[in-house]
């Protein structure tokens, strides 16, 4: 199989989660993780004789999406009944938007090795999401806790390439929703989600191949190995001189293989019509104005300001604004008075190590700047040697606690008793008469090892700059 004569073409529809506190029609909750079928009502679930009315927070959030990914904004849209059948689905349709989507014909610029490319973006429209099927040893339900979640729906040109563009386009797009406040994009929660469709086609060709959407994609690793798997699998097709066939597929991450869900479903087959119950959206010149100042600084400027501002290494500024929430609690810690390169080594090192080991995203750290800032005061001013700070530092990143209090409480803070300092250093002198010779002799290595003798006396108390120099004193007298 010759793969390096074909070309992937690959477009997105990408499904993000909006984070309003009620649902887009009704004023039931949209917090995650509730028993199933507590959090919807008849409109949500469609029983006759209920009116939806739409939630203008979801219509500004998409609009803000709309305007940071260099969209057209409609001042008059619409939203359309999509009709189809499935059991997590109650009312047989879903709201969406068809013909006259919220935001229209931008743009995102995605960045690698090879350079900038630009994405198109088709369109950015409102709609509401489905229940979910649940399966357990005992039979099958459906929650309708999802039922009327409001969602927007970003859909790409067939701009991508490889499994990398469409990666860097997806935490571009992950970016863009967190700064703008629209979402947490949390793929664990499914709060993000990306249905893929690939065709290949000979190296050189103009015509699109048979595509396949593979849809419900809610990891990156997840979307990465489907796309190599599904390009491998279409190019064995046509080498074998069999067709690829236009359908929707499943992807099984555990399994690392794919299978086909039913025939891909064309605009005709939904029976779009204009929602009866509902206007169309209708937003003044004024309105976009108004929203458009609140367009908050996105991480590219952002980053920018930490390398101006801050003095921070081009790398360090990436990674803190890479997510929303890293940069907000780099932030306040430098307000609180924090030197920037050292809030930003404690963020890039012992944060992303902690999240890294428990396994959470960094958008989900949840300790304020302010503690770590304080944390930082006491490492610079000699009360909290490095270990101890960052053992205290693990208890801020777990439960947020004052460090100040805590190294009290836990007796923690560096002995400032001049007194106790010469006594213990004079008695791992006289302790290690050949160590000390050692040292006078030139090892000056050793010195490390009698200054751990000194901090095992002290229990840790003591300020290692304060014993070394102390020793150094004493040793060269």
């Known amino acids: 199989m010759n793969t390096s004569a074909y070309e992937m073409v690959i477009g997105l529809e990408v499904h993000v989660e909006l984070k309003t506190k009620s649902k887009i029609f009704c004023s039931c909750s949209t917090a995650f993780g509730a028993a199933p079928n507590t959090q919807c009502c008849p409109v949500c679930t469609g029983m006759p004789g209920t009116l939806p009315v739409l939630n203008e927070q979801v219509v500004r959030y998409a609009v803000l999406a709309g305007m940071a990914t260099n969209c057209t904004i409609a001042s008059f849209s619409k939203q359309d009944r999509k009709n189809y059948f499935y059991p997590d689905l109650p009312k047989a349709y879903q709201i969406s938007q068809y013909d006259l989507p919220l935001c229209e014909h931008g743009y995102l610029d995605i960045e690698d090795e090879k350079g900038t490319k630009r994405i198109g973006i088709t369109r950015i429209h409102i709609e509401e999401d489905a229940g979910k099927l649940v399966h357990t040893d005992y039979g099958s339900g459906a929650d309708c806790n999802r039922c009327g979640v409001p969602l927007i729906e970003i859909v790409s040109e067939p701009d991508m390439r490889d499994d990398e563009e469409v990666i860097q386009y997806l935490e571009s797009l992950r970016m863009i929703a967190q700064y703008i406040g629209a979402s947490d994009c949390k793929l664990q929660e499914g709060s993000m989600r990306a249905d893929v469709n690939l065709s290949v086609r000979e190296q050189g060709a103009e015509a699109f191949g048979t595509r396949t959407e593979t849809k419900n994609l809610s990891s990156f690793s997840a979307i990465s190995h489907m796309i190599q798997n599904e ?96 940069a907000d609690i780099f932030e306040e810690t430098v307000k609180e008075g924090a030197n920037p390169k050292k809030a930003s080594n404690w963020l890039m090192v012992e944060a992303m190590h902690l999240c890294k080991e428990k396994k959470i995203d960094a958008s989900d750290i949840d300790f304020s700047g302010k503690n770590l800032a304080t944390l930082i005061h006491m490492v610079d001013e000699g009360t909290l040697s490095n270990g101890s700070a960052k053992k205290i530092f693990e208890e801020i990143f777990d439960h947020d606690v004052d460090p100040e209090q805590y190294a009290e409480e836990h007796g923690m803070k560096v002995e400032k008793d001049e007194g106790a300092l010469d006594e213990a250093v004079n008695s791992v002198i006289d302790a290690n008469p050949a160590v000390v010779q050692q040292y006078r002799d030139g090892k000056t290595k050793v010195l490390g090892f009698l200054v751990g003798q000194v901090m095992k006396q002290m229990k840790g108390k003591a300020n290692p700059a304060d014993v070394n120099k102390k020793l150094a004193e004493k040793l060269n007298a």
């Open 231 to 326: 390009t491998t699998r279409q190019i064995d097709l046509l080498e074998s001189g069999r067709p690829v066939v236009q359908e929707t597929r499943h992807w099984n991450e555990d399994a690392q293989s794919s299978y086909a869900m039913r025939s891909k479903e064309n605009a005709q087959d939904y029976r779009y019509f204009p929602d009866p119950d509902l206007p169309p959206v209708e937003i003044s010149d004024e309105w976009i104005e108004k929203t458009r100042e609140s367009l908050p600084e996105m991480q590219p400027e952002r980053q920018a300001r930490y390398i101006r501002d801050y003095g921070l290494p081009a790398y360090d500024a990436s990674i803190l604004t890479g997510t929303k929430r890293l």
